[in-house]
């Protein structure tokens, strides 16, 4: 996993690039009420958790470069005999400079009494204002209580920087540590969708299929999805985001799955889609072979000094051309592409940065520009293809059809490597495993 040595890595990175006499504030997440006394599961702030490795609630870093008496200073829960018996242990001031590096640790609910002392004098406050409402009120009223001061000699800070635009820029290119985090969160994926397909059978429940990949995820030490799972059998699958996981999965359909597991705080991403009774129908074949085409393509053109948008381009271009060839669009390749006359079929973007966050952070544009890809980037490349029940501009035997293919892709030296390679996706390979499930199953009954 991340190691200690690597958190500090991080935050002298990160004060190596801010500016003499300033502070950077990053607060923790906090707990979240789901109902009344129910809290959802803790899950730490990413950005927190890149640069300290505290998994805790209401604790807040601060990083001062050049201070005499430390750069880390850490705010977090004091140890709470009581408190521990019925939640969970706490690191404490002792544990956070033990246990977790920091140069001070101070009690969080001394913040409001020491933090204006820490940010009295500098010239510049790099904080992420804007994402926690809450928080940005209290930053403001610790400047304010040094502005009423100025009179008495104090030093209001003299200007505010977005932190994400260091920060996100560092998370964006992942270490030796963070690609063996996620490679084995992508094997664990994999193995999930692998199991999914040979458990798959018509009469089940969306939501019963997605209990596989949870098993799976928990058995092999993911303790949670990255995201919420999608289930979509049938014309379900062409809802994007469908969430509900209710329905019953029909001899005859396909089925889309889109589930990654998260493993120390970093995220797989793959979407398999499959049919629920082992074998694709023709028109079935003939979209997931356009859509598994369009994904080679876009794989392909992941490389340094690609920019961004080559994926998708290279993804656009097949699929333009294959619904063209299955008679599904109509007209010349290179006009259809110009108009997006393809949208009504493929309305989303190929992929998107992964890292500890499954739509991650980092750029994709510089000065009005596609970024150039380069080696340590982790993206999706997912492209589709939706055939929605009412599309009346199709003949009826291709309604309902909705087919994505996912995998993650890390940005290497001289290309890439695809990390999510463990499970298959050619159609032939996805019946072959579904058969032989089925092969099994049958003899065990027998």
């Known amino acids: 996993m991340i190691s200690r040595k690597e958190f500090l890595r991080r935050r002298q990175a990160l004060m190596e690039q801010m500016e003499p006499e300033s502070i950077a504030i990053i607060p923790s997440a906090r707990d979240r009420l789901r109902n009344r006394d129910v809290e959802y599961p803790f899950r730490q702030d990413s950005d927190f958790f890149y640069l300290t490795g505290f998994d805790e609630p209401d604790a807040v870093a601060v990083l001062i470069p050049g201070r005499e008496h430390g750069e880390y200073v850490l705010f977090c829960r004091e ?3 009581e ?4 939640n969970g242990y706490r690191a404490g001031q002792e544990g956070a400079i033990k246990q977790f590096d920091a140069d001070d640790a101070f009690p969080i609910a001394d913040l409001d009494e020491i933090l204006p002392g820490l940010i009295e004098g500098k010239s510049r406050v790099y904080y992420a204002m804007g994402r926690n409402p809450e928080f940005d009120r209290r930053v403001m009223e610790w400047v304010n209580t040094i502005r009423a001061k100025v009179r008495s000699g104090a030093v209001p800070p003299g200007e505010f920087f977005v932190l994400d635009h260091l920060l996100h820029e560092m998370r964006l290119f992942k270490s030796k540590a963070e690609i063996a985090v ?3 969160a992508a094997e664990i994926s994999a193995g999930a969708h ?8 018509p009469g089940m429940y969306e939501y019963q299929l997605e209990a596989e990949y949870l098993h799976e995820f ?6 949670l999805p990255a995201y919420s799972s999608i289930v979509g059998g049938g014309a379900n699958a062409c809802i994007l985001h469908y969430r509900e996981n209710n329905a019953e999965l029909k001899d005859g359909d396909l089925v889309l799955v889109d589930a990654g597991c998260e493993l120390a705080y970093y995220a797989s991403d793959i979407t398999r889609t499959f049919p629920v009774n082992g074998r694709f129908s023709a028109e079935q074949r003939a979209i997931y072979d356009l859509v598994l085409e369009a994904q080679y393509a876009a794989i392909k053109a992941v490389k340094p000094g690609n920019h961004w948008n080559h994926p998708h381009e290279a993804a656009v271009k097949v699929i333009a051309r294959g619904l063209v060839k299955l008679g599904l669009l109509n007209g010349d390749v290179d006009t259809l592409i110009k108009e997006e006359s393809y949208r009504p079929f493929f309305m989303h973007r190929t992929g998107h940065w992964l890292g500890m966050d499954v739509h991650d952070v980092g ?3 510089i000065g009005g520009e596609w970024r150039v890809l380069e080696a340590g980037m982790v993206l999706t490349v997912e492209p589709g293809i939706y055939i929605a029940l009412d599309n009346e501009d199709v003949e009826a035997r291709w309604r309902g059809i909705g087919v994505r293919i996912e995998d993650d892709v890390l940005v290497t030296g001289r290309g890439h ?3 999510t390679s463990g499970v298959p996706k050619e159609a032939s390979e ?5 058969a032989s499930a089925k092969n099994i199953a049958h003899n065990q009954r027998c």
């Open 182 to 184: 996620m490679e084995r």
């Open 79 to 81: 140890r709470h005999r």
């Open 83 to 86: 408190q521990e018996i019925w």
């Open 194 to 201: 692998v199991r999914a397909m040979q458990s798959c059978r």
């Open 417 to 419: 490597k695809v990390l």
């Open 218 to 223: 928990t058995r092999a030490g993911s303790r």
């Open 430 to 434: 996805i019946e072959a495993l579904m």
């Open 363 to 365: 750029d994709y544009k």
